[in-house]
């Protein structure tokens, strides 16, 4: 009913340490303020805070999360040499309608034993989430099956990812040169070049998951499916004129 794969339901929430997840929780929402935050700079702010932690575990920590400081870097790093990188084809474009550029990025979701990832798929111009999907790993299944959900409801002329090895796998961006679809990808370490999708990420966040602490994967699910269908269907917003992205992505006026 939700839309989502069914496997979604049988997720067993990534192991950790009881130590690990609640500093992971604490890197999660600290990275949503300071993104620019590296492993060490991460790890001495913690200690300000009473935990005891040396860079390294951070680093492994942050690894796990998918997550790094945003800051130029003089080479691009190619995560996979099986994977060709793409170039970034949004710079000083001006974005004017819906499906003319469609994003996708993958967040860490905490929740109160265990964590998963979460992958959303979402419209630049009208800022509406066309599909998302979770996962308790890294994998490129759940990123595909998030393109594919979204691929239903239409095609965007460029897709925007960052330089992950889920998104410049053959898998997925073989989906979207069968789609005649052009792609663009981040510079490393530049999270901000996608920023639309980094901002749903802080709403998510902020406005949902760490409200709720969810107990577990199934109310995980279901409060992430309550929280999209507000998002689209009946939070206004600014950028829009104050209308919600649904409106805008079909076309809707008042």
């Not at 997840?21 to 790890?43: H, K, N, S, V």
């Not at 902020?206 to 602490?213: A, K, L, M, Q």
Request: hydrophobic residues 35%; contains cysteine; proline residues 5%.
């Amino acid at each position: 009913m939700l839309g989502l794969a069914r496997s979604s339901y049988y997720y067993e929430p990534a192991g950790a340490s009881e130590l690990d997840l609640a500093l992971m929780r604490l890197i999660d929402a600290q990275y949503m303020e300071t993104p620019f935050y590296g492993a060490r700079r991460m790890a001495a702010w913690l200690n300000t805070l009473g935990f005891h932690v040396n860079h390294k575990r951070i680093s492994r920590l942050m690894r796990l999360m998918g997550i790094e400081a945003i800051y130029p870097k003089p080479k691009l790093s190619t995560p996979d040499s099986e994977h060709k990188i793409y170039p970034y084809l949004l710079r000083g474009m001006e974005i004017g309608r819906p499906d003319q550029v469609w994003s996708s990025d993958i967040t860490y979701i905490p929740m109160h034993r265990g964590f998963v990832y979460l992958v959303a798929v979402m419209d630049w111009y009208s800022r509406y989430v066309l599909s998302w999907e979770i996962s308790v790993t890294m994998d490129v299944d759940f990123c595909v099956s998030a393109l594919e959900r979204a691929l239903l409801r239409g095609s965007p002329e460029i897709f925007n990812t960052d330089q992950g090895s889920q998104f410049t796998s053959r898998q997925f961006t073989g989906i979207l040169h069968a789609g005649g679809i052009r792609i663009s990808m981040d510079g490393k370490g530049r999270a901000f070049d996608n920023i639309f999708i980094e901002r749903l990420w802080r709403s998510v966040k902020y406005e949902n998951v760490y409200i709720h602490d969810y107990g577990n994967v199934p109310e995980c699910v279901k409060g992430l499916n309550d929280y999209f269908r507000l998002y689209n269907d009946r939070k206004p917003h600014q950028s829009l004129g104050y209308r919600v992205p649904s409106e805008v992505y079909f076309g809707r006026d008042d």
